[in-house]
């Protein structure tokens, strides 16, 4: 039975998360082993027993049912998670996304499939903020551009998630990117943290701009239910999250963009093989769903 705890026990819960301070160490968790790729005999069967317990009006039966099926990875499981993800229900929404979330199997396939049709300038947060979790979770590499691209969103939420993704997913070939987004976000001076607010220029004119983005921030937080490092980090001005990622991506702590840059030119070539060895993992996850789609169609 799936439990969804009021609105107002998620954001405590966000805001209760012990920040993580630039300079600390990151806690790191070792990663699941990932799931086996059901034949496509198997992903018919459980299609098949989900449509059936889909039916009526039950919202937590409906769930359940979405549980079920996310436990099977297959391209076919893929695409009926996807049709859930445009239901009216917002618990239903999230839930096919957190079971694409658990696709790992083929995250190209999944990670392709959220990002289809997404409207980089879209004013959906929700939406926009499900699709960069998903594609998080199943460290899809071939999401990196679309990650970028909503780093420059109006939405001040889209942009902090975006970045928070890119660091948690630490790929380094975005760090030049990252690197231009010091001087967008005017912080190429560093920025200061005291615990409540942020003192740099984010680029947001008044005290009210900035009152609703922290306040819009907290909402899609306590929407997506995240705890812990990344709940913390997203209740931050975009200006220090940079600062965060670029030491997720370099495991170095930067003072300001000059010190990022001669760090980065230092070690170009050890960064080179990083960006080298992400390529080829992203070319590995897009075989392997090529197979898997393949297979699928072949019935095997």
């Known amino acids: 039975m799936r439990l969804v705890p009021p609105a107002a026990v998620l954001v405590f819960l966000a805001l209760a998360a012990p920040a993580v301070r630039a300079g600390e160490p990151a806690q790191e968790v070792a990663p699941k082993p990932v799931p086996p790729l059901a034949t496509t005999a198997e992903a018919k069967a459980a299609i098949t027993a989900f449509k059936a317990e889909f039916k009526g009006k039950d919202v937590a039966k ?4 979405v549980d079920a099926l996310g436990a099977v990875n297959h391209p076919f499981v893929v695409e009926e998670l996807v049709k859930v993800t445009k239901h009216k229900d917002p618990e239903l929404r999230a839930a096919a996304y957190q079971n694409l979330e658990r696709q790992r199997a083929i995250p190209d396939v999944a990670g392709k499939a959220v990002m289809s049709g997404l409207d980089l300038k879209s004013k959906d947060v929700e939406t926009i903020t499900h699709v960069i979790d998903t594609v998080e979770v199943l460290r899809h590499r071939g999401s990196l551009p679309v990650l ?14 975006a970045l928070d993704a890119i660091g948690d997913m630490k790929d380094v070939r975005a760090l030049d990117a990252v690197l231009e987004l010091l001087k967008e976000l005017k912080v190429e001076d560093g920025v200061k943290w005291d615990g409540a607010s942020a003192s740099v220029d984010t680029g947001t004119a008044g005290n009210g701009d900035q009152q609703a983005a922290e306040a819009q921030a907290r909402a899609a937080a306590a929407g997506n239910a995240r705890k812990g490092k990344s709940a913390a980090r997203r209740m931050r001005s975009a200006g220090e999250i ?25 070690n170009k070539d050890a960064l080179a093989a990083k960006k080298k060895a992400l390529d080829a ?7 392997a769903g090529k197979a898997a789609v393949a297979a699928a169609k072949a019935g095997k």
Do not use: I, N, P
């Open 62 to 65: 409906k769930a359940d049912a």
């Open 242 to 266: 940079v600062y965060m990622v670029l030491k997720d991506l370099t495991g170095e702590a930067f003072g300001s963009g000059k010190d990022a840059r001669a760090w980065a030119e230092k």
């Open 148 to 161: 970028l691209a909503l780093c420059r969103h109006d939405d001040h939420a889209v942009v902090r998630a």
């Open 281 to 287: 993992e992203q070319k590995q996850q897009e075989e």
